[in-house]
């Protein structure tokens, strides 16, 4: 009856399924929806699953018309499976590389030398005030190893700092896809971020 019950529903709703004998858990009957990922996986997510098990551990019932206690069917709800699960496979589709409004850091500043450090520091204030999730690195590294760590880390904008960036107050902006993407003004990059988080852009 439960089996039909799910049949019936997935019939109503005109979706496509594979009714897969013994993959049922031992608790009930349930539907399992999978996705598809970027590199065409299929990944379990979304179930929906009839428990006949738990309401008779834990005593769950109602009062029926009758006066009596009934025990209840409970139904389990999973929309993107466990939030470990889900985290895992977003990170699985986009290969780490998130796009900005989903990147942990959206932006690195990256001063050429510790002379740069405090214009560096000065943006980042600018950019934590426009709610940009932004790092600076500081370190005594070279520029073009501080780039390569930026890109392997994956961090969708790299904001090159040096004497020309000081001098004008802009930046020197590197995309993680694009590679330089020229000079621009602090408030024109903070604007840009901006568009792609409130678009929900997948680019860069």
Known sequence: MAEKV?????????????????????YGP????????ALGRSWQLSTFQFDFNLPGRFDVNYVGSDSKPHNVIM?????L??????????TEHYG??????LAPTQAIILPISDKHHDYAE???????????????DLRSEKIGYKIREA???????????GDKEKETGDLSVRSRSEGDIGSSSVEA??????????SKSVLP
Not at 189 to 198: A, M, P, R, Y
């Open 122 to 136: 000065e943006i980042k204030r600018k950019m934590d005030a426009a709610g940009i999730r932004c790092k600076n």
């Open 81 to 90: 499976g466990s939030l470990e699960r889900f985290i895992g496979i977003l």
């Open 6 to 26: 799910l049949t019936d529903v997935l019939d109503k709703q005109g979706w496509d399924y594979k009714r897969e004998a013994g993959e049922a858990a031992f």
């Open 151 to 161: 890109q392997v880390n994956k961090i969708p904008f790299m904001l090159i700092v």
């Open 189 to 198: 990059f903070i604007e840009k971020v901006g568009e792609l988080v409130e």
């Open 75 to 79: 139904i389990h709800r999973a929309l």
């Open 96 to 101: 780490g590389a998130f796009p900005v409004w």
């Open 30 to 37: 349930k539907i399992d929806i999978h996705l598809i990922d």
